[in-house]
């Protein structure tokens, strides 16, 4: 099992930045390819970005491509997003996920995803 605990999230005004770290620990973590998600109320969860094993490729949902970037650190076991330019649609709960063991590439799939963090609550007021 792999555990995944999110931090970083809060309110922010329009425009502003925050920065959302996911924490995992559990079976050895060096491998699985990792992404954000983020859900509202009454809606799907949708793909934010992804990251494979290595950090060299990252793929973003259109909406978020040149003001959110994800990246990695293997050596601590940990993934983040870097958020800016933040908008009032930002606003959800973010989700980080983890791919099932020995699938180290990225995947904008949320079907792709063996394991889930709790989420942390992103609120951007206008």
């Known amino acids: 099992q792999v555990q995944l605990v999110e931090s970083g999230g809060g309110l922010v005004q329009a425009g502003g930045s925050l920065r959302l770290s996911c924490a995992a620990s559990g079976r050895t973590f060096s491998r699985p390819g990792m992404g954000w998600f983020r859900q509202t109320p009454g809606e799907e969860r949708e793909f934010v970005a992804t990251?494979?094993?290595?950090?060299?490729?990252?793929y973003y949902t259109d909406s978020v491509k040149g003001r959110f970037s994800i990246s990695r650190d293997n050596a601590n076991n940990t993934v983040s997003l870097q958020m800016g330019s933040l908008k009032p649609e930002d606003s959800a709960v973010y989700y980080c996920?983890?791919?099932?063991?020995?699938?180290?590439?990225?995947?904008?799939?949320?079907?792709?995803?063996?394991?889930w963090g709790q989420g942390t609550q992103v609120t951007v007021s206008s």
């Open positions: 996920a983890a791919r099932s063991y020995g699938l180290s590439s990225a995947s904008m799939s949320r079907h792709d995803y063996g394991f």
């Open positions: 990251i494979n094993w290595s950090g060299s490729t990252t």
